[in-house]
């Protein structure tokens, strides 16, 4: 435990790319989407897509935490379960922070009308039309699945280098365009599209969390035999 502890203070020496940053990326999208909601002339509901700023950055993060500090952490002998461990649990923790912000941010937002303008940056329709904790969870849940996917390929760059990184790469892509070849096929567009329909903020992130702990297994078993 002290060990794990020790990775996540390690991952904080730089606390402008862990902290700093995502909360002035969250600023500056929020002022802008503000300044874009008032200049437009309209009293009712003004949404846009700038909330999901901070979220993509959760991929940088888990590329940066990976590239950044893993070899510092083996010069110093920390094991690659507690380097993972920590690293895991610390970027929980600010995705959980984000997460409050996110609620409150919308609360607000609730209270006030759209901040006086009918702008709407942290309620998302459809994300945050449930209860609190099935937003709570939605925006949990896609923080740490970008981060795990950044941390997956910087741990498959430090395993395989420029190229295993190149053909992972390449070989998800085309797993994805043959999935939609096949759906496309076997016309089950309208299946797919019923059961999207179908699903709830709480249940996508059930999914979309099963599918993180699959991903989380896999980052793992690539960290033990990958090199500083």
């Known amino acids: 435990m002290s060990r794990t502890l020790a990775v996540a203070r390690m991952q904080l020496i730089n606390k402008w790319t862990y902290i700093g940053w995502p909360l002035t990326i969250l600023a500056a999208s929020f ?9 437009i002339p309209v009293n009712e509901g003004k ?15 888990g590329i940066q935490s990976m590239t ?7 010069g110093l002998s920390i094991s690659r379960r507690a380097f993972y461990l920590g690293t895991l649990g610390l970027f929980s923790l600010i995705a959980l922070g984000m997460t409050a912000l996110y609620l409150l941010g919308g609360a607000i937002e609730g209270a006030t009308n759209g901040w006086g303008v009918y702008g709407y ?6 994300v945050t039309d449930g209860p609190w904790y099935s937003t709570a969870a939605f925006f949990f849940v896609v923080m740490m699945f970008m981060f795990i996917i950044g941390f997956w390929f910087a741990t498959i760059f430090k395993r395989w280098g420029t190229t295993g990184t190149l053909v992972s790469t390449l070989g998800t892509a085309v797993a994805l365009i043959g999935l939609a070849a096949l759906t496309t096929l076997l016309e ?11 699903q709830s903020p709480l249940s996508i992130s059930g999914w979309a969390a099963l599918l993180c702990v699959v991903l989380a297994a896999g980052s793992y078993a690539t960290l ?3 090199t500083p």
């Not at 002022?31 to 200049?39: C, H, N, Y």
């Not at 599209?193 to 179908?198: K, M």
């Open 31 to 39: 002022l802008m989407s503000l300044a874009i909601f008032a200049l």
């Open 47 to 61: 949404y846009g897509g700038g909330s999901q700023a901070p979220m993509w950055y959760f991929l940088v993060l």
């Open 68 to 74: 950044l500090v893993f070899p510092f952490s083996q």
């Open 121 to 126: 940056y942290f309620k998302i329709p459809w």
């Open 188 to 198: 089950w567009w309208g299946s797919v599209g019923a059961w999207f329909a179908q």
């Open 224 to 226: 033990r035999r990958a």
